[in-house]
């Protein structure tokens, strides 16, 4: 039996790779072949590394702990806000600092049941504080509880779909500079309906502009929870409401609710575990 000389398989690899990338820059390319190409190629480039690593008789780790890293910072941070207790949403007062915070659903509003009572928030926020370095709470000023209260006010006067006492919160003080990093953890682990990044609710943290002057088309969150007397206004919805009903519901079975802590809990430790 004859043995395959591999390194000799690889060096016609590595010379077809060559003339493909000579033959494709010897003109100019549109460029949708040339983000074929790219595709392609980085792809290949994906496969050698998996290839290596393959051969390589001495395990690698999936994952490498980098406490500096801001992934890290706002995985732990998010974290830390889950620790939290809930509470709910009509009663949290005043208070000093800035952070991040969850508003969760536990009402009888029928698109939202798959949401109610579970632990995927509905929306989740920063508050930046009001001193960029700011050190302690009082500094930070009381940002937190604002943007909470006015999520408030906007929730009781869309009486007519929503009940306030079916939310609840948690909310995380956190060192300057860090909550950014812990919402966007959050967003991208739950993908939470109100929120923007999602495109099916937005419009909760829209503040009242004049439809009139400005042309705006009423949000979404407003199409389906009216109350705001300025999103009134607006003449024209910037999504249709049946349509935003049918993202709700393709979006749950893409994105079921986390029902528990534990199966939250091992969300989080599933991404710090090294292979």
Do not use: C
């Not at 600092?97 to 995927?120: D, F, K």
Request: aromatic letters at 8%; charged letters at 25%; a neutral charge.
């Amino acid at each position: 039996m004859t043995r395959r000389n591999f390194a000799e398989d690889v060096e016609r690899i590595r010379e077809e790779v060559h003339r493909l990338v000579d033959a494709a820059t010897e003109r100019a390319l549109p460029a949708t072949r040339r983000n074929k190409i790219d595709h392609a190629l980085r792809a290949l480039a994906i496969d050698v590394e998996a290839a290596l690593e393959k051969l390589d008789p001495v395990a690698l780790p999936t994952v490498v702990f980098d406490p500096s890293n801001p992934k890290v910072i706002g995985r732990f941070t998010a974290l830390a806000m889950i620790a939290q207790d809930r509470l709910p949403l009509a009663e949290l007062g005043k208070f000093y600092g800035s952070g991040v915070y969850a508003i969760y659903y536990r009402g009888e509003y029928a698109p939202y049941l798959p949401l109610s009572g579970s632990e995927t928030p509905i929306y989740v926020g920063q508050a930046a504080p009001s001193q960029a370095n700011a050190h302690t709470p009082r500094d930070q000023g009381p940002r937190l509880a604002a943007r909470l209260n006015e999520h408030r006010k906007n929730i009781a006067k869309a009486d007519t779909t929503l009940k306030l006492a079916d939310f609840e919160a948690r909310f995380l003080v956190v060192q300057s500079g860090w909550e950014t990093a812990a919402e966007d953890y959050l967003i991208n682990l739950f993908r939470p309906i109100w929120n923007s990044e999602t495109n099916i609710l937005y419009g909760l943290g829209k503040h009242g502009d004049d439809a009139e002057t400005r042309a705006n088309k009423r949000s979404p969150w407003d199409t389906l929870h009216p109350g705001r007397k300025w999103a009134a206004k607006s003449v024209e919805d910037a999504r249709d409401p049946a349509l935003i009903l049918s993202d709700l519901t393709r979006h749950f079975s893409y994105h079921p609710p986390v029902t528990d802590r534990a199966s939250l809990l091992e969300t989080f430790f599933a991404g710090l575990r090294q292979r």
